[in-house]
């Protein structure tokens, strides 16, 4: 079970970004990294770029350490984190 990762993300009103729809940029896929939601066609799960953020890891940083990454997997990432508890 995926718990939320409380991050504290400094917000100014030029870099405010509008919410992505996650799905848009994760699936998860039963032979794929045991099924854990990924990036799309990448086997980055969502769960390395939240733990990333919540160390402290830049967008900048993750993007360099994860090539295959665009910006706005980690947008979704955070919409992912913010979904509503089933």
């Known amino acids: 079970m995926m718990r939320a990762i409380s991050?504290?993300?400094?917000?100014?009103p030029d870099t405010i970004?509008?919410?992505v729809a996650w799905q848009d940029f994760?699936?998860?896929k039963?032979?794929?990294?045991?099924?854990?939601v990924c990036a799309s066609a990448t086997r980055?799960?969502?769960t390395v770029i939240l733990d990333?953020?919540?160390?402290?890891?830049?967008?900048?940083e993750i993007l360099r350490s994860y090539p295959s990454?665009?910006?706005?997997?980690?947008d979704a990432a955070l919409a992912y984190n913010r979904r509503p508890p089933i």
């Not at 991050?7 to 100014?12: A, G, P, S």
């Not at 039963?30 to 854990?36: I, S």
């Not at 990333?52 to 900048?60: D, F, K, P, V, Y």
């Open 52 to 60: 990333s953020l919540a160390e402290g890891s830049t967008r900048e």
């Open 17 to 19: 970004r509008k919410m």
């Open 26 to 28: 994760f699936e998860s």
């Open 44 to 46: 980055i799960s969502v």
């Open 69 to 74: 990454l665009k910006p706005a997997h980690i």
């Open 30 to 36: 039963p032979n794929v990294c045991g099924g854990e």
């Open 7 to 12: 991050l504290d993300i400094e917000r100014r």
